[in-house]
């Protein structure tokens, strides 16, 4: 039988051929036949189209903390691309664990909880992977408890961070995590990595009131300092952190953070909401203005909801309701910016959608 005639044309004419599509198509091309696969692969082909390709920004799915994969199925990472509307699925069963868990993302790099294949104690293993190349890193072991109630971010020179109100651990390319006391006053909400530094909400209030505090560190002086959270705050800022019920951080464009709240009807103990309002912090500045407020036909879904959860960055905001089968999403711009549904939403249960933004790369190496 005579091959097609593409398997005549030289590998370096396919690869620049390869190199002009999207990074989508590629990662579809891939899967076609054995030959695609092999030159797309390459690492003179991975070079080639990382110089030219910029790379796809999607929002991640992180399963539920209840999941369970069922026997003898290939567990998929959902993520949805903005900008074609359309949902891809990767399969991270080039992973040798179980109970995969993605957690965060850095720049090409997605890490996920998972369990050892050969253990049977409760320790976890944090692992970095780039389900692209299918090349993989496992972090040094942690205990059930970080899986638990650790927040992990990760910057763009993938230093990773475990945090929770009691303790953090910090790693950064060394064989071991480096253990430091926290001095929060409370569990932190929504802790996000802008530039160098650490942010997060705690609340102070009391029992039957909450008062939420945005507080930060510099990851530098983790190393030299017993004490390395300061509240940020302004007297010009004034009631900033009254009027959001339940707020959250989500990390903005350049150097400049958003909270995401429900915006109080009045300043009584339960007072309700009258819509989803976007705040922004210019952080050179330390100046708030508003970014955004969810039009109120749509808040009309997220209020008869008994639960809401937020993911993003930059200039693009997922929202989520508890038993609700679509995602809003709220795009910078002028005027307030841009918002719309998100529909094909798969595989969450009833609860909320909690996730994060992956930045697809070939050249990211663990």
Known sequence: MESPPIYGLPQETLQHI???????????????????????????????????????????????HHHRQPPNSPFLLHAFDPNQNQWIRFNLTFLPFRSLHPIASSPGLLYVWADSPDSLDSNKL?????????????????????????????????RVMVLTELASLFFTNSNHWLKFSSDLPSKPRSP???SNSVYTLCDVGSAWRNEWKLYSCKLSTLMNSQQFWNRLEKHEWGDVFDILKR?????????????????????????????????????DLLEWEEAGRMPVDMYRIFQESSKFKVFGMGERVIFSAKRYRRLALWECGKGGGEWRWVDGLQGTGD????????????????
């Open 18 to 64: 390869f190199s002009s599509l999207p990074l989508r198509q590629i990662m579809i091309c891939r899967s076609v036949c054995k030959l695609f696969n092999q030159i797309l692969t390459s690492s003179s082909f991975v070079h080639l189209v990382s110089t030219e390709n910029p790379p796809l920004s999607l929002f991640a799915l992180r399963p539920p």
């Open 126 to 158: 944090l692992i970095a992977c780039n389900p692209l190349t299918r090349q993989y890193r496992v972090l040094p072991q942690l205990g059930s408890a970080w899986f638990k109630h650790g927040s992990v971010l990760v910057d763009s020179s993938n």
């Open 192 to 194: 996000i990595l802008v």
């Open 247 to 283: 707020p959250r951080l989500v990390r903005g464009m350049g150097n400049r953070l958003l909270m995401i709240g429900g915006l109080k009807s009045s300043f009584s103990l339960n007072s309700p909401c009258s819509t989803i309002l976007i705040l922004r912090l210019d952080l």
């Open 351 to 366: 609860g909320p959608c909690r996730g994060f933004v992956y930045e697809v790369r070939l050249n990211a190496v663990p």
